[in-house]
């Protein structure tokens, strides 16, 4: 199971948020660039990186310092945040960028993910951000009433082959992910599906890994991470260990 470290950046600044709040906002460091540097060097092999700025505001606003970690590092890194049309999606290819997250686009306009699959097939991630079971929208800030089986089943049929699910009321919050809701979206798909949100122990990734054989892909780690809970070191070491 892969365990990939997430990058938030707002304003140009390594922060996380709690529960997708503007306000409830802690920096960690004034270079993402070289926080990219610390996951890599301990072992990451893949970065989530998100434009918080660009959630908001519907279009990338960090891509400069973006462009510059995806040039600094050597582990492919994937992308969210203001990514709703295919000129963007192929800026962010352009410079680099692994896989592009697109969420709020699923919601609001379809034939855009249809377009962004046919074009690069495998490079298109739909994030489902959801809250009481339904998909938050436009950097969390909305709830629609898109209940995000529903939407998974349906971009299902686009060629969508993964999707990063997050539980908008555990993340930041460190009390553990939703394993009842992602029990029931592996349940309902056959895509692969990486979860975020909440995880705060090894404990944690382990009852995650258990689901690997459902098709859990991966598990995205933030806080957890930044505050010295989880040390990502160990936690490959432990993930390799149960694998064996």
């Known amino acids: 199971m892969l365990i990939i470290p997430a990058v938030d950046i707002r304003g140009g600044r390594c922060v996380r948020l709690t529960q997708g709040r503007f306000d409830r906002e802690q920096v960690f460091s004034n ?14 092999k893949r970065l989530h990186v998100v434009d918080l700025d660009g959630a908001v505001q519907g279009k990338p606003q960090n891509l400069k310092v973006i462009e510059k970690i995806v040039n600094t590092v050597n582990i492919p890194v994937q992308l969210g945040g203001g990514i709703r049309d295919i000129d963007t999606i192929d800026k962010c290819i352009s410079i680099g960028i692994d896989r592009v997250i697109m969420g709020t686009s699923a919601v609001f306009n379809r034939e855009i993910v249809k377009k962004a699959v046919s074009l690069y097939p495998d490079k298109v991630i739909v994030g489902i951000d959801a809250k009481d079971g339904r998909v938050a929208v436009k950097g969390w800030l909305e709830i629609s009433e898109q209940k995000s089986v529903d939407l ?17 009321t555990k993340d930041g919050m460190m009390t553990g992910p939703n394993l009842a809701a992602l029990e029931e979206i592996l349940e309902n798909t056959g895509m692969k599906v990486i979860a975020s ?6 404990g944690d990734l382990i009852a995650l890994k258990k689901m690997e054989v459902k098709g859990l892909e991966g598990a995205i780690i933030g806080k957890a991470l930044y505050l010295g809970k989880i040390d990502l070191k160990a936690a490959l070491e432990i993930m390799e260990g149960e694998d064996s």
Do not use: C, H
């Open 31 to 44: 270079d993402p660039v070289e926080m990219a540097l610390n996951w890599q060097e301990k072992g990451a």
């Open 152 to 168: 998974i089943k349906e971009i299902e049929q686009f060629g969508i082959n993964r999707i990063i699910y997050t539980d908008i």
């Open 197 to 202: 949100g909440g995880i705060s122990s090894i």
